[in-house]
C-alpha cells in the first residue's frame, strides 16, 4: 500500500508528531492533492490548542495549501491529474442548515468540511479535497511564496473589497502579522490611504515598504484618536489576536464605517453610543469561497503582491508552528513539502 507522511496534533495541547498513513483514495466529488507548500496560521492554533469544543483528534492542521492534483474522484468535474490547486480553509457557516437556525454555528454542516479543522488538511505529503473547495493557481505564482495566500491572503483581500471603502478612503489595517502584512499591500493597491496599526515601532519599516502610507504605533498613542485626527477609518481590517488591543481601536471609525473582525479575540465590547452616533458597524469576516481565492491570486499576480515567508521543512512543523505563535517570524510561515 502506497504511504503518505502527516504532521498530526494528536490532541488539544499536544505536540504535533510525525505519523506515515496509507495514501487515502478520493471519494466522490473530491480529489488527492500531492501537497507542495502549506501555510502555518494562526488559526491552526483551534486544532492544535484545541479553542473549539467538539474537535476530533487526531488531526492533520493546515489550511494554506498549494499542490498538485494527484488522484481524481468519482463524479468530479473539470479537475484533472497534475493541476496546479490551492485549498483554502474554506467557508464559514451556512446560515441554512439545521444547526445554524439554531445557532450553533461551529456546528454547521460546512463548517463540518473545513481543511484542517474537521477534515485534514495540508501539513502532509498528501491530502484529500472536496472539489468546490478548489482554486486555481496561475503558473507564475510559486507554491512555497503562494501557499499564505489562501487564507492569509484571501481573508484581507476578500474583507477589504467588501468593506465598502472607496479609492482614497481612509483604511487601517489592524495587526501586521500574517494577515496584516498582506492586508496592508492589498489596501494599498486598492487604492485606500492605508494605515497600518501595530504595538510598537518593529514592523514600521516593513510596513511602509509594503505599502503603508500611514503609520501608528498603539503604544505610544491612542490608536483611535490618531485615526480621527486623519478623519477616521472607513474601513478598520481588524486582524490582531488581542481583545483589548481590537476594542482600543474601534473608536477610530469614521462615519458609516465598518470594523471587520478577522481576529479570533472571544467577546468584544464596543462603545454603543459612539457606533449608533456614526451610523458605524462592527462585522465579523471569514475568509471566502475557492472563487474568492482564485480572485485573490489573479489579482496578487496583476500588482505584484507577495507574501514574506520564512519557510520550514515540513517535519519541521512543531518549530514552524512555534515561530508563528511567538510573533517574531517575518511575517508568514510555510512548511515546504517535498513528498
Ligand atoms: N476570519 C478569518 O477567516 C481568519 C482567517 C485567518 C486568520 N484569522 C485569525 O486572524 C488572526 C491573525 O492571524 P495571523 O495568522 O495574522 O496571526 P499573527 O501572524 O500571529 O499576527 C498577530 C497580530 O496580532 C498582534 N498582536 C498579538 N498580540 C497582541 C497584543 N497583545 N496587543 C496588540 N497586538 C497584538 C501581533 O502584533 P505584534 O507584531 O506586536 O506581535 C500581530 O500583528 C488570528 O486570530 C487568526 O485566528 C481569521
Ligand atoms: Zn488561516
Redesign the pocket.
Known sequence: MPKMRAMVSPGPGQPLRLEERDLPAPGAHEVRVRVQACGV???D??VVEGHMPGLSYPRVPGHEVIGLVDAVGPDVEGWRVGERVGVG?FPGACGRCGHCRRGETFACEVIQGATGLTRDGGYATHMVAHASALARVPDELDAVESAPLL??GV?TFNALRNSGARGGDVVAVH??????HLGVQFAARLGFRTVAV???R??EALARSLGAHEYID?EAQDPAAALQAMGGARAIIA????RE?MEAVSRGLAVNGTLLV????GPLTVDSMDLLQKRAAVKG???GTSADSEDTLSFCKLQAISSMNEVFPFEQAQAAYDR??S?K?R?RVVLRIDG
Open positions: 496560521c494562526h488559526s492554533a483551534i480553509w487564507c492569509a481573508t495587526g501586521v502579522g500574517g494577515l496584516g501595530n504595538r510598537g518593529d514592523k498603539s486582524t490582531v489576536t488581542n488591543a478577522i481576529g479570533a479575540v469576516w471569514y475568509s508563528m505563535l510573533g517570524a511575517f
